[in-house]
């Protein structure tokens, strides 16, 4: 048998930079210790002209501290349904090493129950969090009024 050839490489490949810089100092980061804490913060960065127009999912991203590192839109939607990959949410998570994140969305129906996606998606961002030690920590069902934790219902 012939010995095999090291043929030369001629082909490059992108090299990834992975970065992450806060812009707010981790003291002025608010903390997030209740679902009302997480609930307060979405609705005043969720855009209130569309909230009962177009559902849209969001993440509240969190340190070990439970401080807000941010928040990421994942997806927006129609009137009923948004798209949620769990990759692009994860993905965050881990680019801004959150220790936990919060999900939302929003039912512009007004209608505060969880259906059997909702639960669905939950349970699986759960046990993908788990592989990846990010803790999902509630679902947030949101309207301008009121909203629905997962966490406080027991369902998380």
Known sequence: MEPSKILPLNK???VIGLT????V????????NKSVDAYNLFIENWNMDTIELQEE??????????????IFRVSKGGLNATIIDPKLI???ALKTRAHAII???????????????????????????????IKVLDHLIIT??????FSEEGII
Do not use: M
């Not at 100092?25 to 997030?32: L, N, Y």
């Not at 129906?109 to 592989?131: C, F, H, M, V, Y």
């Open 90 to 92: 994860f993905t965050a």
């Open 12 to 14: 490059k490949v992108p």
């Open 144 to 149: 301008p009024f009121s909203y629905y934790s």
């Open 103 to 133: 999900i939302a969305h929003n039912h512009p129906s007004l209608n505060l129950t969880p259906s059997q996606a909702d639960i669905n998606i939950t349970r699986k961002l759960i046990q993908a969090g788990e592989i990846l030690d």
């Open 25 to 32: 100092p981790v003291d002025q980061q608010p903390s997030v």
């Open 57 to 70: 999912f969001s993440i509240l991203l969190l340190s070990t501290s439970k401080r807000a590192h941010g």
């Open 20 to 23: 992450y810089h806060s812009k």
